[in-house]
């Protein structure tokens, strides 16, 4: 019996109490490199379709590959900052298949012998928990091309009136890193997934070879599940949910394949193993087609290419070009500034970390860069439905706000504001400040006219100020504020009050 469930999926309470989740994660990472895997063509996103292809990416009889280079030391790069055993010797494959964006018919990849192997990475959880994820390998291959199928509702191939072609993806270098079997996350296992492909990122990003655009495909998820009952020792049947590309898409994804998972295995059904595919819109994956073996590909040695040897000191010396890794530069960043645990994981939760840094390499203290980031600018984003790092301010223009009110030009409330128009395009903050009229009024004489004026106006306040009650002159600063519209500094206007009545 075999049941597809995609409805009345069981409560996620129900199936960690009943299954064990265990989880293999597969990202493809598409490097930055120039030009493609195995010939010169240019790599460029967004290009006109077909316009960055020649006869080797197109497969044509006689074209003969060459490896890039390039991507050879990013993917020796890779699987150094993984914690990876680098291959002394390793060689490309032919993987075998008919898809109609692989022209060749085949992929060239690496099987049995990746350029590295047996690492891992420890991923923090929200909570600051370490994770260890252990990884099998990080392999060198190219990317497939791109299908359009036009004319149905969902823009897969089903019910589609026609399929279009471009092949200018096809060839471009390709990493792939396959963890092993993750067990032992419980009911974490969508977020162990969520953080793991997060860390992963942001190490790539560090390394630069990668822009890992996960919108634009740069960086994808294959995310595999597979439920064991609780007490079992034998592995369930996994599906695959194909290209993923987003960190909560990956969180979501997983929960649901659980979920469905376990409604199959309760009802008595079996899981097929199969690829799936992930509606953004309802968060459910829907079948793909039926999950091949490594025997299907028919994988044989790769005979136009020569195998790879990276030298002990070639390898070395890419181990001395790592910058300073994510993990690092965090502890760095919080014995610099100071931080409780607390106070870095929301910072890294927040997606403000690398934000809040730039702004303070750009003139501003860490502590108001933060409180910006985390508090008014994080608000901003939530409004408007964005991530923090889309809002339309720069760390360099927010640096510039702190440094106009540390130098007494701006009150908070006024560089509220001169950041309002930096976010709704009116320019930088100092042109902001001009256009808007939004200088501290700083000069003495023109807040004790408004300071004389206040007081008065409110003589039972300003005899109580006199006679000691120096909590009254509270209400003479707001008048002055509200008489200079903001633009007046609140504590010098305080004092020139308390100096006005003698105290």
């Not at 390039?70 to 699987?79: C, P």
């Not at 997060?198 to 190490?203: F, I, K, Q, V």
């Not at 909560?248 to 994804?253: G, N």
């Not at 206040?454 to 509200?482: F, N, T």
Request: charged letters at 25%; aromatic letters at 6%.
């Amino acid at each position: 019996m075999t049941t597809d469930v995609t409805a009345d999926l069981l409560p996620y309470s129900d199936v960690v109490e009943r299954f064990d989740p265990v989880l293999g994660l597969e990202v493809h990472v598409e490097l930055h490199t120039n030009t493609k895997m195995f010939c010169g063509c240019p790599t460029q996103f967004g290009a006109d379709p077909n316009t960055q292809v020649c006869p080797t990416c197109l497969g044509l009889p006689g074209a003969l590959p060459v490896v890039n280079g390039k991507a050879v030391e990013s993917a020796i790069r890779i699987g150094l900052a993984l914690n990876c055993e680098i291959a002394e010797w390793c060689r490309f494959a032919r993987k075998n298949y008919f898809y109609p964006d692989m022209p060749k018919n085949f992929q060239t990849s690496q099987y049995d012998e990746p350029i590295a192997f047996n690492g891992y990475l420890d991923v923090v959880l929200d909570d600051g928990e370490i994770f260890r994820v252990q990884i099998e390998r990080a392999h060198m291959e190219e990317d497939t091309g791109k299908s359009l199928h036009v004319g149905g509702a969902t823009g897969r191939i089903h019910g589609a009136e026609f399929s279009l072609l471009d092949y200018n993806r096809a060839g471009v270098p390709l990493i792939e890193i396959v963890t092993k079997t993750i067990h032992g996350t419980g009911e974490r296992a969508p977020e162990v997934a969520r953080a793991y492909v997060s860390a992963l990122r942001d190490l790539l990003k560090a390394l630069d070879v990668s822009d890992v655009r996960m919108d634009q495909g740069s960086l994808r998820c294959d995310a595999n599940v597979s439920l064991m009952p609780k007490g079992s020792t034998e592995l369930g049947t996994r599906s695959e949910t194909k290209n993923v590309n987003s960190l909560r898409s990956v969180e979501r994804a997983v929960h649901f394949e659980m979920r469905r998972h376990a409604a199959v295995l309760t009802s008595g059904g079996e899981v097929i193993q199969e690829t799936r595919h992930f509606d953004e819109s309802t968060g459910s994956t829907r079948a793909g087609r039926r999950k091949e073996t490594s025997e299907d590909y028919r994988y044989f040695p790769e005979p136009d290419l020569v195998p790879i040897a990276p030298t002990r000191d070639w390898v070395e010396e890419l181990r001395a070009t790592l910058p300073e890794l994510p993990w690092q530069r965090r502890r760095r960043i919080q014995q610099d500034w100071q931080l409780s645990d607390l106070e870095l994981r929301d910072l890294v939760n927040a997606g403000a970390l690398d934000l809040v840094a730039a702004t303070v390499e750009a003139g501003a203290s860490p502590d108001e860069a933060r409180s910006w980031w985390v508090a008014y600018l994080s608000q901003q984003a939530n409004t408007q439905g964005i991530e923090l790092t889309a809002l339309a301010i720069t760390p360099a223009q927010l640096a510039r706000v702190i440094v106009l009110v540390a130098e007494g030009k701006l009150t908070n409330k006024l560089a509220r504001q001169v950041v309002d128009g930096v976010l709704a395009g009116e320019g930088d903050p100092d042109t902001v400040v001009e256009a808007r009229g939004l200088v501290v009024v700083s000069d003495d004489s023109a807040l004790l006219t408004a300071i004389d004026e206040a007081l008065a106006a409110q003589p039972d306040v300003a005899e109580k100020i006199r006679s000691g009650k120096v909590a009254a002159a509270g209400a003479v600063v707001g008048a002055v504020m509200k008489a200079t519209k903001g633009q007046a500094d609140a504590k010098r206007v305080r004092e020139l009050v308390l100096e006005r009545c003698g105290q």
